[in-house]
């Protein structure tokens, strides 16, 4: 354990947690985030350091949903007494923003990937691995968790430049304004420029297929970062653990998630993250002649006419119906999201007051 005590602001705290707090009348000195999640064991970090933790027996009795599990990235409201090996957590705060996976066609069961994240980069090499439907759907998958998405395309050491600007090429003629970065830690093009986007305190997650380039890349940004590759042994029923730590703090003092435990992206319900990735598309439909245009045959329907002069790519609207028919896209507006987390700001608010009063 580290003499320095570390603030919880380093490791992402915000005052949209202290709202959050002072509804469950919690002190801050609980409040803790995880770093790795170990079937029923938890990983969390806090000042004092790196501690291990599981949920309480009420917890979870009354949280069943699988949404409800803490995932890495979640601040919960722990007790530790100075003896305990083992901290018990009580309660999770609400996500400011995550990262799901959602069954199709299921009951709308989420599988929480990550939470609290600022930035999901989403990687991919430029060799082999590229692919603009896929990159579409981590797009909308991230989007719809409110997340800031970056691609990074690693591995330009692999293609000529010639090559990588057709690549470019293809991401802005699919209307994708997400930022794009490139990189290889190979001869160190576009490392500088990942780092300047990695400001201390906030979050970012790395998500992208196995083989992309992601671990190569994490390790040069820790280097020989202590908190960063530090792990924790568990001792305890008879078997001993080490859980591997998800969550890290750079020494520049960004928090990096690293392939939150997950392999494939299954389709994604993209409510509105859907519309933000298809700009190109979702511009136009504002013009249909019927506002509940499905963009497949009716009469003066403006993606048909936009997709018939080329200005929208034939793949890019396949991809798009593909997605529209697979997901309930229409459920939730961005506009009613915004308004929402609005609405909770205020009665947070509202609250607060009502406590000083007291
Ligand atoms: N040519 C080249 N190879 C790279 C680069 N970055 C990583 N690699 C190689 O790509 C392979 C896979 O790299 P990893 O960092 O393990 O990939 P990963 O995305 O972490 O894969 P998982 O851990 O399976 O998710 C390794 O052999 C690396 O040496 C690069 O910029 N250029
Ligand atoms: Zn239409």
């Not at 469950?24 to 985030?33: D, F, H, M, T, V």
């Not at 938890?42 to 004092?48: A, E, K, R, V």
């Amino acid at each position: 354990m580290s003499t320095q005590q570390i603030k919880l602001e380093q490791l992402g705290w915000n005052p949209w947690f202290d709202g959050l707090l002072a509804l469950q009348g919690q002190p801050l000195e609980s409040a803790a985030r995880v770093a790795a999640v170990d079937r029923e064991q938890l990983l969390l970090m806090n000042s004092t350091g790196l501690f291990r933790a599981r949920l309480s027996g009420s917890y979870l009795h009354h949280n069943r949903r699988p949404e409800a599990f803490p995932c890495v990235g979640d601040w919960v409201c722990v007790e530790k007494g100075p003896q305990d090996e083992v901290g018990l957590i009580h309660s999770l705060l609400d996500r400011r923003t995550s990262l799901q996976r959602k069954a199709v066609g299921s009951a709308g069961e989420a599988q929480m990937i990550a939470a609290n994240l600022d930035y999901v980069i989403i990687v991919q090499s430029c060799h082999f691995d590229f692919n603009l439907n896929r990159l579409e759907r981590y797009l909308v998958m991230v989007m719809q968790g409110g997340a800031e998405p970056v691609i990074l395309l690693t591995k330009t050491d692999l293609i000529e430049p010639g090559q990588l600007a057709e690549l470019r090429s293809r991401i802005d003629n699919a209307g994708i304004v997400a930022p794009v970065l490139t990189l290889s830690t190979i001869t160190g093009q576009g490392i500088d420029e990942l780092k300047q986007l990695l400001v201390p305190g906030k979050t970012y997650c790395f998500v992208g297929s196995s083989g992309v380039g992601k671990s190569t890349l994490i390790n040069a940004l820790a280097g020989g970062s202590r908190l960063a590759t530090q792990t924790v042994s568990a001792s305890g029923e008879g078997r001993h653990t080490t859980v591997r730590r998800e969550l890290l703090l750079l020494d520049n003092g960004a928090l990096v998630i690293d392939n939150p435990g997950m392999r494939e992206f299954g389709i994604l319900d993209a409510a509105d993250g859907m519309a933000s990735g298809f700009s190109d598309i979702t511009g136009h439909a504002a013009q249909c002649r019927y506002r509940d245009c499905s963009h497949t045959s009716e009469p003066g329907c403006a993606v048909l006419a936009a997709l018939a002069t080329g200005e929208i790519n034939q793949a890019h609207y396949d991809n798009f119906l593909k997605l529209q028919s697979e997901s309930a896209f229409y459920q939730l507006s961005h506009a009613e999201k915004r308004k929402k987390d609005r609405d909770f700001g205020k009665f947070i608010k509202s609250v607060k007051k009502d406590l000083v009063r007291e």
